[in-house]
């Protein structure tokens, strides 16, 4: 740190992203990107757009908004696109989170939450997770306090139903409630249809995860038309040109290619509950997820250890070191080709652990 670094960020621990290592081919299972390539529209759109790259983007991003609003049922006023779903979040905190107006979110959930909480200096508060890791949604009722859900919620792929969230929503009517369905295609349900019901309703949503754009970056909120002029307050006051040239041409030539992305998505959910099935198969417990993710743990290994063993194997999956989800790791779901490589390696590991 030099000693220029305000002091504002003296609490501030950086997110940390998963590993993305360049020394050999790890079979990369870490940071819930999907492993299949963009539709071939996108590279087509791509290529036309890197010609005009000497120009600035559209700071309203009007294909892509009419796009997104045609897609999911909305007006234009009430989609914003931004640089990650990270950035659409972080615009949140700042546009409506300060002392008097803190947030509560899970124990265990999106790590940048408490990130963006202190970045922007706003108290924050945890609840815990049932025993079952599910989240207790009648702690959010009637709380009085903005808040932040990921449904279904990271790292455990647990989702809450549409009318717990509503409840969670029609009962704090003077807060803002953001719902963080970064992983909602893999079989959450979306709260995106209460938009035009409720104005304290943010839904952010990314194509990171579905819609195989984690490396253009593009994330969206979907909320009442006057959230969203807030957030484009905050937008306008950092960065007009939030979304780049190429990536707009991606996410619209991607939102296109509906078959294909819908391919990909029953493949993942496919090889997802193949993955669970042959986990559950060696002893371990996975969660019921909705994501492309498992959260997995095994008695006869402790978690960090096998985190270890497989990297060491050349396969990369997500340990996190928080006490009550240290014995677990959270898997990306690859190709069936990939998870089987996981698979070999786990029961290797297993096997050795016994000996
Ligand atoms: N929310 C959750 C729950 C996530 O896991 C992620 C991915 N790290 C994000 C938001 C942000 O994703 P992106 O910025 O790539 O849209």
Redesign the pocket.
Known sequence: MSRFFSNKYDSLDAYVPGEQPKDCQYVKLN??ESPFPPAPAVLEAVRGEAEKLHLYSDPECKALVEKLAETYGLKPTQVLPTN????I?NFAFMAFCDREHPIVFPDI??G?YSVFAKLNGVPYETIPLKEDFSIDHREYVGIGKNIVI?NPN?PTGLCLSLKQVEEIVASNPHNVVII?E??VDFGGESAVKLIDKYDNLLV?Q????SRNL?GA???MGFACESLIADLNTIKYSTNPYNVNRMTMAAGIAMLESTEYFEKNLAEICRVREYTAAELRKMGFTALDSKTNFLFVRSEEIDGEKLYAELKKRGVLVRHFTAERIAQFNRVTIGTKEQMDVFLEKTREILKEQKQ
């Not at 990650?84 to 950035?87: L, Q, V």
Request: proline content about 0%.
């Open positions: 940071t819930n990650g779903s990270d950035e979040l959930s999106y940048f990921a990271a963080d970064a992983y952010t990314t194509f990171s995860k984690a970056r593009l994330g």
